[in-house]
């Protein structure tokens, strides 16, 4: 095997404990050292709360939504914190009032659910488009479906079967200005430089690829998208004057405020904002550049086992994530010899998928190659 010249960058790795042969990072991504560290800081400094521990602690959320909206390319009036992606995409879902948004039928089940309640509601309704196997969302699919009653194209920025790269700006070129380009980016956020100005909502989790770990996540909104989706579910910190407690329903803030319900941890805040600023400080050109390595390494060594690549063979249509098959054996049996030489990948029912980070070491390929070429032996 021809070794891609190795771009791990081992001042990010420094950062991490995470297990050499860990390749599930599309499923979850262990939190650096810095992410547990906050948090521990944050539970317990609450543990010996005062008149002042409240609000610093609270700060944490201010500083983790402006590093998220720096690296998104837009600024804070524009940025909110969210628990998870699936809040983001109900919020945006509920907002629209009526119409068709097209949604791939291969996306994950969080661009699902959404659109099948607000369909259920009398709202907007989802119209399912169906990519070509490994193809993903490409502007001609989406303009074969664009008809005068659709509102809206819901798409995940990379899919997270197979790690096609969708075209961000070809997709809202081919929306046109008068349609709403809503993104799931968890697949894609932190680790794959994408043109998210392109979009009118952006949101993601941080339990993933930004390894920030569970209950962190954030949304970018366009001025289209504060213009136009209705904020069904303003809480109480999402109002204008929200400290004002007058007893009266205060109007949702001009701002990404307005998709704010309630207070969110100022613990998970805290792991939030030093992963976001770790992401930072080593850029994401770097770290995408990091993971296309591995993952080159990792698609010749599956090829040269005898697996059947199914993610994108151009490198440029795939970002962080490679889906395979082994002819002749099961996923779970071939899942099983991995595990054996301490290889973690997503196990599916059809396939596995082997999802790189920047700090992982390219002795992966070899411990890869060890368990593929068990199987045939």
Not at 90 to 101: K, P, Q, S, T
Not at 124 to 143: E, F, Y
Request: charged share 20%; aromatic share 6%.
């Amino acid at each position: 095997m021809s070794r891609v010249p190795c771009v791990a960058l081992t001042s990010y790795a420094a950062h991490f404990d995470t297990p050499a042969g860990y390749l599930d990072f599309a499923r979850f991504g262990p939190p650096s050292r810095d992410a547990v560290a906050a948090s521990a800081r944050a539970l317990e400094e609450s543990a010996t709360a005062d008149h002042t521990t409240v609000d610093v602690l609270m700060r944490a959320e201010e500083a983790a939504r402006d590093t998220a909206a720096r690296l998104a390319g837009t600024d804070a009036r524009h940025t909110v914190l969210l628990p998870n992606t699936s809040t983001g995409l109900f919020h945006a879902a509920l907002g629209i009032r009526e119409g068709a948004v097209l949604t791939p039928r291969t996306d994950f089940p969080a661009n699902h659910y959404p659109w099948l309640r607000t369909a259920h509601l009398g709202r907007a309704a989802p119209r399912r488009l169906d990519p070509a196997p490994g193809a993903g969302v490409t502007p001609d699919l989406v303009r074969t479906a664009l008809t005068d009653d659709v509102v809206a194209l819901s798409v995940s920025a990379v899919d997270f079967r197979t790690g096609f790269r969708a075209d961000l700006a070809a997709l809202r070129e081919a929306i046109g200005p008068d349609r709403l380009l809503i993104v799931d980016a968890i697949q894609a956020f932190g680790v794959a430089e994408m043109p998210w100005d392109a979009a009118d909502v952006v949101v993601a989790g941080g339990q993933k690829w930004l390894r920030a770990g569970w209950a962190t996540g954030f949304a970018t909104l366009s001025d289209r998208a504060l213009e136009r989706l209705e904020p069904v579910l303003t809480g109480w910190t999402g109002v204008e004057d929200a400290g004002l407690f007058d007893g009266t329903a205060h109007p949702p803030a001009p701002d990404a405020r307005r998709w704010s319900i309630t207070h969110l941890s100022p613990v998970t805040a805290a792991a939030f904002a030093s992963a976001l600023t770790l992401v930072e400080r080593h850029t994401v050109a770097a770290i995408e550049a990091a993971i296309a390595a591995r993952i080159a390494e990792l698609a010749e060594t599956v090829q040269g086992c005898g697996g059947r690549v199914l993610s994108p063979a151009d490198p440029a249509r795939r970002a962080g994530i490679l889906s395979f098959t082994v002819p002749g054996h099961e996923p779970s049996l071939v899942a099983k010899a991995l595990h054996a030489e301490g290889v973690t990948p997503t196990v599916r029912a059809d396939s596995l998928r082997f999802s790189p980070h920047a700090s992982t070491p390219p002795e992966v390929s070899d411990r890869v190659a060890a368990a593929l070429s068990s199987l045939r032996s």
